[in-house]
C-alpha cells in the first residue's frame, strides 16, 4: 500500500459489517445522533464521509469508539433524504480509498481522522491473467448460487441467473468490485479485498477466496445455494 501524497481530515464512520469499494455505492440509514450531526456537517460541507470497518474483536464497544481498520473509502453524499424525527436517507458514493494516519482528539460528537488517499496500482486492461480469474469467478458464483457444475442440488434460481447475467456485462474494475462487496464473505476477506493494492491482485484474491468457498461447501454440502446478498 502506497499513500498518496497529500494528508486530509475526514468525518470517520464505523460499522461493523459494511466494507465499501471504490466506484460503488451503499445506501445508508443514519439515526444515531452523533452520525446524523456528522452528516448534517459534511452536506453542509464537501459532502465527504470516510466509511471504516469495526474490527470482528472490537463489535462489542459500538457504544464507544470501537478499533477500526486502518484503510476504508471515502465516498460522497450522492443524495440525501432527512426523515421528520431527524434521521436520515442517504447514498454514499465511493469515490477511493484511503489509509487512516491519525485519529486525533476531537471537539465533535463523532469521529474523525487524518488520512491519506491511497494510490490503485496501474493494470492491464486486456490481461488475460485478469480474463482468466474472471472466467474462474463466475464459475464458482455459478456454483455457489446453484447455477453451475453437478454437485448442488437445488434448481437454479431466476434471481442469481438474473444477477450472474447483470454482472457478465460489467467492465473488469466495476466485477470485481462488485463481487467483492455483494457476495456472502466474512469481513476479514472483504477488508483483505479493499486492502489490496488495485484491480489485479483484487482478482487473484477473490478468485483464491471464491474457490475456497465452492471446496469447502463440496466438502460440506449446505442445506441451500450460496447466494449474493
Given at each position: 500500500m502506497t499513500p498518496a501524497s497529500g494528508s486530509t481530515r475526514l468525518p470517520i464512520f464505523p460499522l461493523p459489517s459494511v466494507v465499501l469499494f471504490p466506484t460503488l455505492s451503499?445506501?445508508?440509514?443514519?439515526?444515531?445522533?452523533?452520525?446524523?450531526?456528522?452528516?448534517?456537517?459534511?452536506?453542509?460541507?464537501?459532502?465527504?464521509?470516510?466509511?471504516?470497518?469495526?474490527?470482528?474483536?472490537a463489535v462489542d464497544s459500538m457504544a464507544?469508539?470501537?478499533?477500526?481498520?486502518?484503510?476504508?473509502?471515502?465516498?460522497?453524499?450522492?443524495?440525501?433524504?432527512?426523515r421528520p424525527d431527524g434521521t436520515l436517507d442517504i447514498l454514499l458514493v465511493a469515490t477511493r480509498r484511503f489509509e487512516i494516519v491519525e485519529e486525533p482528539a476531537r471537539s465533535d460528537p463523532y469521529r474523525s481522522a487524518l488520512v491519506e488517499p491511497l494510490e490503485e496500482e496501474a493494470w492491464d486492461r486486456d490481461s488475460p491473467e485478469i480474463a482468466t480469474a474472471r472466467r474462474s469467478i463466475g464459475a464458482s458464483l455459478g456454483t455457489l448460487s446453484g447455477q453451475g457444475p453437478p454437485g448442488v442440488p437445488e434448481r437454479p434460481d431466476e434471481r442469481h441467473a438474473d444477477r450472474l447475467e447483470a454482472l457478465a456485462a460489467l467492465a473488469d474494475e466495476r466485477f470485481v468490485h462488485v463481487v467483492a462487496q455483494a457476495v456472502d464473505l466474512g469481513v476479514g476477506e472483504k477488508q483483505r479485498l479493499l486492502e489490496a493494492p488495485g484491480v489485479a491482485p483484487r482478482y487473484r484474491l477473490l478468485d483464491a477466496f471464491l474457490r475456497f468457498r465452492v471446496a469447502e461447501l463440496g466438502a460440506n454440502p449446505a442445506p441451500g445455494p450460496e447466494t449474493l446478498q
Open positions: 451503499v445506501p445508508l440509514y443514519i439515526f444515531e445522533p452523533r452520525y446524523r450531526a456528522m452528516t448534517r456537517a459534511a452536506l453542509e460541507g464537501n459532502r465527504r464521509i470516510g466509511m471504516v470497518t469495526i474490527r470482528p474483536e464507544g469508539d470501537p478499533e477500526v481498520f486502518s484503510v476504508g473509502c471515502e465516498g460522497e453524499i450522492g443524495r440525501a433524504r432527512p
